[in-house]
């Protein structure tokens, strides 16, 4: 199961029996196996989308929160919007693509950036963002785009792009939500997208694959983006030498 898994999705759980097996136990039982190694027989036999989703969701951390490495996202706001929209000033267009973007705090947050920066200008423009995950579960909680909100979110964002519900949590305003695009996308395929993209996030998510899936990747990223475009990774990830890109602060790359 665990080079099933590599294969398919890139994600190394090599080292991770003992997680795989606790995480996976419950599940396994109540769908009615008798144990772990008749579902992985069945897994690998059938490779059903629900055996494969239910693997993905146990073991991949959908982890994420609103302002998360704010420096990095204050680096994007002061520096990359301003400069993408000076580029772009005669189609308007920004592409912009959070991949791995989980339960959708990222790409809402990127699109909250944007309506920061262009205020009335926004309504000219067409800032949608492409935002993907693996994961059915992480997706429908995003495009339900309800949250519980941190401190650290601006207060006038709260009022600004959030409705308040009646138990406390607070729902992402249309404005917000109808200019992010999720898609159910698996990064070990093709990237095949029909425009390039000026900006490209993937925080947190090639903490799972091993080098060789995360070189190729990066890769098709770079080929994916714009001349002059971003790769913005998370602060603890790191690229290989080999990369493409040119790294311009730290986690940002420039094509
Ligand atoms: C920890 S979250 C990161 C969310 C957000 N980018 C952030 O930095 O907060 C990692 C996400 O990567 C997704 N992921 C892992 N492997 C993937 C793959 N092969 N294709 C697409 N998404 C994948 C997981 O489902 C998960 O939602």
Redesign the pocket.
């Known amino acids: 199961m665990v080079s099933f898994i590599q294969t398919m999705?890139?994600?190394d759980l090599s080292h991770k029996r003992q997680l795989i097996t606790s995480r996976l136990a419950v599940s396994i039982r109540q769908r009615g196996y008798q144990n772990f190694s008749d579902f992985v027989d069945h897994l690998l036999k059938y490779k059903e989308d629900d055996e494969v989703t239910l693997v993905?969701?146990k073991l991949?951390?959908?982890?994420?929160?609103f302002m998360?490495?704010k420096e990095h996202l204050d680096l994007f706001s002061q520096k990359i919007i301003p400069e993408l929209v000076a580029r772009h000033q005669r189609d308007k267009t920004l592409s912009i693509w959070?991949?791995?973007?989980?339960?959708g705090?990222?790409p809402y947050n990127i699109s909250m950036f944007l309506f920061d920066y262009l205020g009335a200008q926004a309504k000219f423009w067409d800032t949608r963002i492409l935002a993907?995950?693996?994961?059915d579960r992480?997706l429908t909680a995003a495009k339900r785009g309800i949250y519980e909100l941190p401190d650290t979110l601006p207060s006038s964002w709260k009022t600004k792009y959030f409705t308040d519900n009646q138990n406390g949590t607070h729902t992402v305003k249309p404005m917000i939500r109808d200019n992010v695009i999720f898609q159910r996308?698996?990064?070990?395929d093709p990237i095949r997208f029909r425009r390039k993209f000026d900006v490209i996030?993937?925080?947190?998510?090639m903490?799972?694959?091993d080098q060789p899936t995360k070189d190729a990747l990066v890769q098709r990223f770079y080929d994916a983006t714009v001349p002059g475009g971003y790769f913005l990774i998370?602060y603890s990830e790191n690229l290989s030498p080999k990369s493409p890109y040119k790294r311009r602060a730290p986690a940002t790359f420039q094509k």
């Open positions: 999705y890139g994600i993905l969701n991949t951390t959908n982890y994420t929160f998360r490495e959070s991949a791995g973007c989980s339960t705090e990222e993907t995950d693996i994961s992480a996308f698996n990064l070990m996030f993937c925080r947190n998510v903490i799972y694959f998370s």
